[in-house]
């Protein structure tokens, strides 16, 4: 069982690897941030919100969340 499952982690790696270098390095930081949020939503989190890395916005999510520049999920 140990062997399989590595050899599966080392496919899931490649196929990680290969798409990386396809992406554009925003994209790809945009989905790691919603692979960070889902895994936290499955292991118990209320919400989880995707927030623009901009100066301000993090406040601006937080007290406002009506201009829908960032995302709650």
Same mark, same amino acid.
């Given at each position: 069982?140990?062997?399989?499952? *590595?050899? *599966?982690?080392?496919?899931?790696? &490649?196929?990680?690897?290969?798409?990386?270098? #396809?992406?554009?390095?925003? &994209?790809?930081?945009?989905?790691? *941030?919603?692979?960070?949020? %889902?895994?936290?939503?499955?292991?118990?989190? &209320? *919400?989880?919100?995707?927030?623009?890395?901009?100066?301000? &916005?993090?406040?601006?999510?937080?007290?406002? %969340? #009506?201009?829908?520049?960032?995302?709650?999920?």
């Amino acid at each position: 069982a140990g062997l399989n499952h *590595r050899r *599966r982690e080392t496919r899931r790696f &490649a196929a990680f690897e290969s798409a990386r270098r #396809k992406l554009e390095p925003r &994209a790809l930081e945009l989905l790691l *941030r919603l692979g960070w949020a %889902s895994l936290a939503l499955q292991e118990g989190v &209320a *919400r989880a919100h995707i927030v623009n890395p901009t100066e301000g &916005a993090l406040l601006e999510e937080l007290f406002t %969340s #009506k201009n829908e520049a960032n995302t709650c999920l």
